[in-house]
């Protein structure tokens, strides 16, 4: 099986590209090789079959077409620009994250329409689809409205995922990933780089900033299960998905409280002494759109699993990321 | 004030420019101009201002930027080309469909950073954005889950509406019309047209064939009522609308029996004698996986109105058809 990460060099396209090598096969069936391709050239992953690295930009002319020449059996497709670029650049954010998709897309479907081509193709699209007013918990029917360009762009590549998923163009499947706590690395400026850092800082004994207060209530799903979902999507039986190709992940439904008591229960009272509260209104009025608890129904009957709460988050985080440096 | 219709050769397209030409204001705002485009040449109409009739496609280059350079105040954007030819040709119809209002969007947008023009956008979308399973009545907030290509090209359609008007590049509003009937003219092959035919030929005493049971539900509103919704959202206060653009519109839940009983009300038992049963599994099967009645709740409380039941559909279809060939 040939498989093709678009978005490799992302962090969950990183740790993605990792697991499949690491683990040579998906859902019973050898991976002959990896094609892992971004904007900016990806690294390349230990395996042992074959890897090509490709730095590609998916919204140029003719470069879709070059990747599915490639015949990938399963796509991968995670490219994207995040929230603020696409809020901040408008035109860009439409090129990238709608018309990239549609030319990967319509690439895939004129190849499908030349010959038996049917690739599994899994998109990740995201929660903010969602927007207020909403209700406290949100269930699988409820209605999407973006409040965000990025949202938008997402909203409309999980429509035409189930278009040409319903034509036979290819054979889709969508998952809107949680927040994802805890993101590895450095703390960035993103709205929601907080959820992560108020963790990921105290955990190594660096301070963080909190701008909004505890009681807020958020949807979120570790790097661990982010990738667990895609393999998870990539293996499932999409009959069971009918006309409705994208789901809502499972996630923990916790409060930055929560948060903060489970830092307290993995790494003691001093560690939350760490988190700095100041209070920023801007960060805090973005947050209050966003959704803070999902129904996720049927991705959980169709098997998809995360957390239960923060404290195995954190346990996951310490062994995916810290393992080199504790002694937990 | 400078109106344009883009889409104005078409029923609605035509009724709704003979309207406003007939008004010759619109919420108090008098109507100087009227620019009237479609893919063919819209016929003209008697107005005491200005007329200006467009053949011009929208989907191709160019074409929508020479159409917003005339500045217009309000739009009307109905042009599409119908479900059945969406589906039968993918690439046209997402051409037309959606990279026509892609590219009318964008021509306002790009007008509108360059100086202080913010027109009035009114989209025509429908209540094909919604698609099986759907519960029996449909609220306001139930996912939009297109089944056919011409409702994911609407559905993609009213996402673009809401962030370009989120944006503050035009102020827009998306109606979603319930299936037209009566339609005027002559019988056509498209799913729905047993909806029209089974009434419009019997009240000329022709007959017409019903292809499904009696006891098939639907939502419809008249021709009157749709150029009704489209006055009433041009001239509405967008600001209650928030972040959700598109209303589903209210209409009419009727069953086939009750529209042969309204049927036999206006025209007598001889009338509902000329409609032939010849059940076709294909249309009852398309037929069976379309919506049967909606709560409109936000387009009713913003004041949108349709009639009551069928006998007043017959009744605005008496006297707006053919008030020049029968008594009443």
Known sequence: MRVMIIGAAGMLGRKLAASLADDGSLGGRKIDSLILADVVKPNTVKFSGEVELLETDLSEPGKAEALVARRPDLIFHL??????????????????????????????????????????????SSIVVYGEPLPECIDDDYVVAPLTSYGAQKAIGEILLADYSRRGFFDGIGIRLPTISIRPGKPNRAASGFFSSILREPLIGEPAILPVSDDVRHWFASPRAAVGFMLHAATLDTRALEARRTLTMPGVCATVGDQVDALRRAAGENATKLIRREYDPVIANIIAGWPRRFRAARAEQLGFKAEANFDEIIRVHLEDELAHVTSH
């Open 79 to 124: 490219a994207a620009i995040v929230s603020g670029e696409a809020e901040a650049n408008f035109e860009k954010g439409y090129h990238v994250n709608l018309d990239g998709t549609r030319s990967l897309f319509e690439a895939i479907r004129k190849t499908a329409e030349m010959d038996s081509y049917t690739p599994k193709v899994v998109f990740t």
